[in-house]
């Protein structure tokens, strides 16, 4: 078995850290079918988390330059960043800051851009997600409720 480098460790820690209830975190491209789906889906409704593959080995391989990144990033993407880490689609993130769908587009397009491109095959949203969940800093959304 490969091993893991500190870093890495100490990101999957803080991805699942504010964990209170079941969730799954899948790339659509990597579901093999409804019974893959079906499980996952079930799996989180126990409480249970489940996250793909590939968005595991990205948390596992972490390093500081992801932690980096998330530093650079603003208090509005931050926030924008942790709803979208609950779940939120853009235009629930737009109501629930008081925004335009347009800016709430433009904030995610200024994180991607500050994070980085994601490793092969995982979708930018989840990457931005785990790095945010890595970063270790308190969510935004938890600070203000």
Excluded at 71 to 94: P, T
Excluded at 109 to 132: M, N, T
């Amino acid at each position: 078995m490969e091993r893991q480098s500190p870093a890495g460790m100490k990101a999957l820690a803080a991805f699942t850290a504010g964990v209170r209830q079941g969730y799954a975190l899948l790339i659509k491209e990597n579901i093999a079918g409804l019974d893959d789906l079906a499980h996952a889906v079930k799996a989180a409704n126990e409480g249970r988390v489940v996250v793909d593959s590939a968005v595991m080995e990205a948390l596992l391989h972490a390093g500081s330059r992801e932690n980096t990144a998330y530093q650079r990033l603003s208090v509005r993407e931050i926030e924008v960043l942790d709803l979208m880490a609950e779940g939120f689609r853009n235009k629930a993130i737009a109501a629930s800051l008081n925004i335009t769908d347009k800016t709430v587009e433009r904030h995610i397009q200024s994180i991607y851009a500050k994070i980085g491109d994601p490793p092969d095959s995982i979708q930018p949203r989840a990457h931005a997600i785990a790095v945010y969940r890595q970063s270790g800093a308190p969510q935004a959304a938890a600070r203000t409720r």
